[in-house]
């Protein structure tokens, strides 16, 4: 498949990077063989002293050497290299040799010197930094010493400052890209179990999800909300951060659906983060429709729309699409930050739930900190989440507080 075909160019590491099945163990061996094999079996090869590291020995002689996607499983017989157990190697007809190391004693890469190497699954290892640093300093052979990394992705350093690298090029490839070769039970599973989470995007969509240093809203924190079902809500507001301009390089439209359940003090109330309907490229006669359908959609009893930049122009391109459309217009006086804050702390507090396919939203979400957002363009889907929850969860709970408010 493409994503298992070495890029052409000048590179230094190739790092495949996929999901669970995707063909990663397959490529990588492959890999190896191509470098290792010449045109007849004992004729010399491009590389003939390879390092194959993975997080522990059996991992690197059960996946790597003799797992189903092995080496030793794609080796024609004629080509079949011999493992040398006492000595940790296998040895092709041709003479080259590759010897297993592991991320467990990266100090035992500091001898050797190869002309490559292959390494599986990087972003696991518990001394992931020590041992890639250390084989950085043993591909020294050869007119240019290459490195194959295969990889289900992580949110670790060392992988992000790989794909940084320029000398690094990219594969990737989602579960289902070797669905051919996957049981269809296990695909209908998990897609049923993990579909719409993070922690399926990272697993299945093989996609490196990171979150931004001192991030107010963490991956881990966001996967303890996920929920599958939603109870009956008492209350369910659309809220809007507008756009107000259109065309395809505009800010997008922020639209998130929002719903909350509980009577009694609103400090005992939960909110359901249903849909993300936001938009991109519109006009505000377009957003405004979006708006509404998301409305209906959901059986919404309010639209909050903020109105800092549009003012009294967002109020009129809503009524003019809906003229009974229940309306309420809010104006920030705080920054960002300060209004998203008070809304991490609800998630914190565990009174904040979020159904699947909110993936955007999510990404968004990791990428604001104390210091402003640190993602591209602006965080307009936060900013709609943020204004939902003010208005079904802050709002009501200031107001409780008031002296003598005891009913909403």
């Not at 059986?299 to 903020?306: F, I, P, S, Y």
Request: hydrophobic share 40%; aromatic share 6%.
């Amino acid at each position: 498949m493409p994503h298992q075909l070495p890029p052409e160019g000048d590179w230094r590491s190739w790092v495949i990077m996929g999901g669970r099945g995707a063909g990663k163990t397959r490529a990588g061996a492959e890999w190896v063989r191509s470098i290792v094999e010449g045109a007849g079996p004992l004729d010399p090869g491009q590389c003939r002293r390879i390092a194959l590291v993975g997080e522990t020995i059996e991992q690197v002689r059960e996946v790597m050497i003799f797992g189903d996607s092995g080496i030793l499983a794609c080796s024609p017989q004629d080509r079949r290299p011999d493992w040398e157990a006492g000595r940790k190697r296998l040895v092709w007809p041709n003479g080259a040799v590759a010897s297993v190391h592991t991320a467990h004693d990266p100090e035992g890469l500091r001898g050797p010197q190869f002309d490559a190497a292959w390494v599986d699954e990087l972003a696991k290892w518990k001394k992931a930094r020590e041992t890639w640093d250390m084989l950085q300093f043993a591909l020294r052979l050869g007119q240019q010493p290459r490195v194959c990394v295969t990889t289900t992705p992580r949110n670790v350093g060392v992988l992000k400052d790989l794909l940084a690298a320029p000398s690094t090029v990219t594969t990737h490839a989602p579960t289902d890209a070797n669905r051919a070769n996957l049981a269809q039970s296990f695909l209908d599973e998990v897609r049923s179990r993990y579909r719409g989470t993070r922690l399926g995007r990272q697993e299945l969509d093989g996609v490196l999800l990171s979150d931004a240093e001192g991030a107010l809203w963490t991956s881990e924190m966001i996967e303890r909300a996920r929920v599958r079902e939603v109870p009956a809500l008492d209350r369910i507001v659309v809220a809007v951060d507008p756009s107000v301009s259109g065309g395809n390089n505009a800010d997008a439209c922020g639209i998130v659906v929002v719903g909350v359940e509980g009577s009694g003090p609103p400090q005992h109330w939960r909110a359901y983060v249903l849909a993300d309907r936001t938009v991109q490229g519109m006009g505000p006669s377009g957003w405004a429709r979006a708006a509404i359908a998301a409305m209906e959609e959901f059986g919404a009893d309010r639209l909050v729309a903020e109105v800092n930049q549009g003012g009294q122009l967002v109020q009129e391109v809503i009524r003019q699409i809906d003229p009974l459309v229940p309306y309420k217009g809010v104006h920030a006086s705080r920054g960002k930050v300060a209004r998203a804050e008070p809304v991490a702390a609800l998630y914190e507090q565990g009174r904040v739930r979020h159904v699947t396919d909110l993936d955007a939203l999510e990404d968004q979400m990791t990428r604001m900190t104390p210091r402003g957002y640190e993602g591209q363009g602006s965080p307009d889907r936060v900013d709609a989440l943020v204004w939902g929850l003010h208005e079904l969860m802050i709002a009501p709970a200031a107001k409780w507080r008031q002296p003598g408010v005891r009913s909403l």
